[in-house]
Every structure is written in structure tokens, then in C-alpha cells.
């Protein structure tokens, strides 16, 4: 199934505090299923947690205890989701 899809996406490292203009949100669309004979579950992300600690991944940083975010690339985080679709093994 073809799925509207939002991203942010970091447009490129930060220095300081992160400023709206250092993302931006692009729509697409991506295609969805759960393998046949897996046991994977497909969800719908509902809202994306920002916190303080993605201002570290922000940065272009060496040796941290998590990696930085790649520019031009979609952020990722926590978030609070819907269970759209799950496989016939999953119980």
C-alpha cells in the first residue's frame, strides 16, 4: 500500500542552538507491507519526539556515545504510533 509519508530533514550540521531553518519538512510517498511469513509489524508514527539530547546529533561530533545525524537526511527520534498492519505470525 502507497502511504503519504512526512520527514524532517537536517539541512545541514549546527552550530549553537538548532534554528527552524536548519530543517525542513518534505512529503512523499513511500510503499508499506509486512513480509508474507515474518513477524513484523508495520506502524504509523503519529508524532515525533524532539529533545534536547538531538541537539548533540545535530553537530558534527567524534567520539560521542551516539552518532550525529546525516545532513540531507531525515531526523530520527522517538514517538507515539498506530499499529496499522501486523503479519499473520504475530501474536
Known amino acids: 500500500m502507497d502511504e503519504s509519508n512526512m520527514k524532517v530533514v537536517l539541512k545541514n550540521y549546527v552550530s549553537g542552538f538548532?534554528?527552524?531553518t536548519d530543517m525542513h519538512l518534505t512529503t512523499g510517498t513511500i510503499k508499506l507491507r509486512v513480509p508474507d511469513l515474518s513477524n513484523g509489524v508495520l506502524v504509523?508514527?503519529?508524532y515525533l519526539s524532539c529533545d534536547p539530547y538531538m541537539r548533540t546529533r545535530m553537530m558534527k561530533t567524534?567520539?560521542?556515545y551516539v552518532e550525529s545525524?546525516?545532513?540531507d537526511s531525515?531526523?530520527?527520534g522517538y514517538g507515539?504510533?498506530?499499529l496499522s498492519a501486523k503479519s499473520n505470525l504475530f501474536k
Open 44 to 46: 504509523k508514527n503519529l
Open 18 to 20: 538548532p534554528r527552524e
Open 69 to 71: 545525524f546525516t545532513p
Open 80 to 82: 507515539f504510533f498506530f
Open 62 to 64: 567524534e567520539d560521542h
Open 74 to 76: 531525515p531526523i530520527t
